[in-house]
């Protein structure tokens, strides 16, 4: 894959969204239970109600107070707020200008996909990293959870 065009990000806004879904803190050192997360989600995401959409979003944030830590959503879009199931919370996202990154591939292939983005894209952009959320992960119909791979788009909030 040619690596100009794999960080060759589109730009574009997107309204405010609230999110519903399941969260877990991790080390950035250690995302091991991120398919366990995932695989709890899909098992339970149908409890949601009020979704928009069919596409599911894994959300990173800081955890605060706490360096080299973060927090990680799974999560579906939700129109309003309404009763959750237990264990899920409701999570509200600004209206944000992105850079959108499409990695085509295993969903192992993501995580040193958003470090060359963090380290190699962001630096040289001109744009500075907005500070919330982290990023987001977009799971559409272009990814297969089955086989964990296909599309997934990756949202880097930016500022100029």
């Known amino acids: 894959m040619n690596m100009d065009t794999e960080l060759s990000p ?20 250690d995302i091991r239970g991120i398919p366990a997360q995932w695989q709890e989600f899909n098992r339970r995401s149908r409890e949601i109600e009020n979704t928009v959409g069919d596409a599911a979003y894994g959300i990173c944030t800081n955890e605060e107070g706490k360096e080299g830590r973060f927090l990680y959503y799974t ?14 919370t409701l999570l509200s996202i600004p209206a944000h200008t ?31 990293h ?23 788009e990756i949202w880097i909030p930016i500022e100029s």
């Open 75 to 88: 999560a579906f879009e939700v129109t309003e707020q309404s009763a959750l199931p237990a264990g899920f």
């Open 130 to 152: 907005s500070a919330f959320p982290s990023m987001i992960e977009c799971y559409d119909e272009r990814f297969d959870p089955e086989t964990g791979s296909g599309i997934t």
């Open 10 to 29: 589109r730009i574009g806004g997107s309204p405010s969204m609230l999110m519903a879904g399941i969260v877990r803190g991790y080390a950035m050192s």
């Open 98 to 128: 992105y850079a959108v990154f499409t990695h085509d591939g295993d969903v192992n292939g993501v995580p040193p996909f958003v470090d060359r983005i963090f380290s190699d894209w962001l630096p040289a952009s001109g744009f500075r």
